[in-house]
């Protein structure tokens, strides 16, 4: 999957410079991002165990000095950080009812500039794609086995 999205974003020549891994998870996508040349990450992740996991996989990645972890709810990223980021990286729980209206928060917020961010959401494909993520509009939606990646700009 880590594949088909990087390859989608260079196909739209998306910028990579600051990125947030939201729902981050082992921070893998983030970490693929930082990997292939963006500058800075910050991983977003409620689970403590799971924020000590990404740790240790940018120390082990060497990728610890172009990162910040943030052990906090994916709902308080909008309101917590500072910036704007060129390219947000969403992989919620499919089973998670309330990413969708986090997701809008976080795309209606000052971390999102119109024209410039790109969202890429991986989500089941029994759920279809929103035509928008607040500002932001469905560029593409393609399907990979079980799961799906929408972008958005």
């Known amino acids: 999957m880590r594949g088909a999205i990087f390859s989608a974003l260079a196909s739209l020549d998306a910028a990579r410079s600051r990125v947030l891994d939201i729902y981050a998870g082992s921070g893998a996508l983030g970490i693929e991002?930082?990997?292939r040349g963006a500058e800075w990450c910050?991983?977003?992740?409620?689970?403590p165990a799971a924020c000590a996991v990404i740790r240790e996989n940018l120390r082990l990645t060497g990728f610890a000095s172009a990162a910040a972890v943030h052990c906090i709810p994916a709902e308080s990223a909008a309101t917590r950080l500072n910036g704007s980021y060129t390219l947000v990286l969403a992989d919620p729980p499919y089973a998670d009812a309330q990413a969708?209206?986090?997701?809008?928060n976080l795309a209606s917020s000052a971390l999102?500039?119109?024209g410039h961010t790109i969202l890429v959401l991986e989500h089941g494909t029994r759920s279809e794609p929103a035509a928008a993520v607040g500002p932001?509009?469905?560029l593409n939606s393609r399907r990979?086995?079980?799961s799906a990646v929408s972008i958005y700009r």
Do not use: N, T, W, Y
């Open 33 to 35: 991002a930082l990997s």
């Open 42 to 47: 910050d991983f977003v992740e409620r689970d």
């Open 100 to 104: 969708s209206s986090v997701l809008q």
């Open 112 to 114: 999102i500039e119109r």
């Open 136 to 138: 932001l509009a469905l």
């Open 144 to 146: 990979h086995g079980d």
